[in-house]
């Protein structure tokens, strides 16, 4: 939040108590990052949940190209927070592993691999319809063409007098 002293100089304030997320017990060196999802649901990621860092190349049925993914993975090698389309160089993520003081998993950032593989030896690592491209398509698909049939039916019932 900023606030403005004489409309000229700016000085951040921290936000008042209450309206930011509280100081939890394992605050400090450990907290993280606290991002929002995209319900306004809030997570906090502490260090010590992060094992290691990992940067596959996903092949995926909607892009031609292979993308890069930055993985932060837990012990269980379940990951914890993924950036999709996060196209970094082998320096970046070596840099981001050197801060969360992690090692950077070279196994798993050198394969090339798909997103229903990576599904199933990361967990949480790509969603659901990301894994499954066809299933998808046929759920989507369907039901449009079940709207499209009734909506002919109904006006063709419809008849229009002069």
């Given at each position: ?6 409309s000229?100089?700016p000085?951040?304030t ?17 907290a ?37 993914r930055?993985?932060l ?14 196209y ?19 196994n ?25 491209p066809y ?12 709207f ?15």
């Amino acid at each position: 939040m900023r606030s403005f002293v004489n409309s000229q100089t700016p000085t951040l304030t921290p936000p008042p108590r209450g309206l930011g997320p509280e100081p939890s017990p394992r605050a400090g060196d450990e907290a993280w990052a606290d991002p929002f999802s995209q319900m306004g649901c809030q997570s906090v990621i502490f260090r010590s949940d992060i094992a290691r860092v990992a940067c596959p190349l996903v092949s995926s049925f909607a892009l031609p190209a292979v993308e890069p993914r930055l993985l932060l993975l837990d012990a269980s090698c379940r990951c914890v927070l993924g950036l999709r389309r996060f196209y970094p160089s082998d320096d970046d993520v070596v840099q981001v592993a050197a801060a969360l003081r992690v090692p950077f998993d070279v196994n798993l950032a050198t394969r090339l691999t798909n997103a229903t593989r990576l599904r199933r030896t990361t967990p949480r690592a790509v969603s659901w319809p990301e894994a499954h491209p066809y299933l998808t398509m046929l759920g989507l698909i369907l039901p449009g063409l079940v709207f499209a049939s009734l909506a002919v039916w109904v006006l063709d019932g419809l008849q229009i007098t002069r």
